[in-house]
């Protein structure tokens, strides 16, 4: 067994031929945020496959930005998963949950760029065995609102799916 030294997880022991999921948390513009990193037992992990993960997640924010932007331009389309998450969790909203998710206090208020403001990321699921679906990024509402997640990922080069996500 050797041991890999990470900025992100601290040192970890890698079992060769086992599946492993390290967690650590983090802050990201002041909000924590859950990272996993999820090592399959086939996937070729050493230390500079976790010296990579370490380099690609100081851009990060970069990343989230670009999602952000990608959820703000699907916000004006008909019919895309962002659109259909702010419906649904903004349809039947009680007068309470406006005020402490979104800080407004009439359902009018509920803008776009206000929804945009209350979701964050809160988890980030990191792959280095798949390439094409390196990060994985959940924003959410809240877990003491919804359950429910706006996914995007991203490649091994940061370069976001185009594709947004809404799972539970």
């Known amino acids: 067994m050797s041991k890999v030294a990470s900025q992100h997880f601290g040192e970890i022991e890698l079992n060769h031929g086992r599946d492993h999921n390290f967690a650590a948390k983090h802050e990201l513009a002041g909000q924590p945020l859950e990272l996993d990193l999820n090592v399959n037992a086939h996937d070729h992990f050493d230390e500079a496959a976790m010296h990579k993960v370490d380099y690609r997640l100081r851009f990060l924010p970069e990343l989230v930005d670009q999602v952000r932007e990608m959820i703000a331009e699907e916000l004006e389309q008909e019919g895309t998963s962002p659109q259909e998450y702010?419906?649904?969790?903004?349809?039947?909203?009680?007068?309470?949950?406006?005020?402490?998710?979104f800080g407004v206090t009439d359902k009018s208020q509920l803008t776009n760029q206000v929804f945009l403001k209350a979701l964050k990321l809160g988890h980030v699921g990191i792959y280095p065995g798949q390439p094409e679906r390196y990060f994985v990024l959940d924003f959410t509402l809240g877990a003491h609102f919804s359950d429910e997640v706006l996914v995007a990922s991203a490649d091994e080069d940061g370069v976001v799916d185009d594709e947004i996500l809404w799972e539970s």
């Open 86 to 101: 702010l419906r649904f969790h903004c349809n039947a909203i009680k007068p309470e949950h406006l005020q402490q998710v």
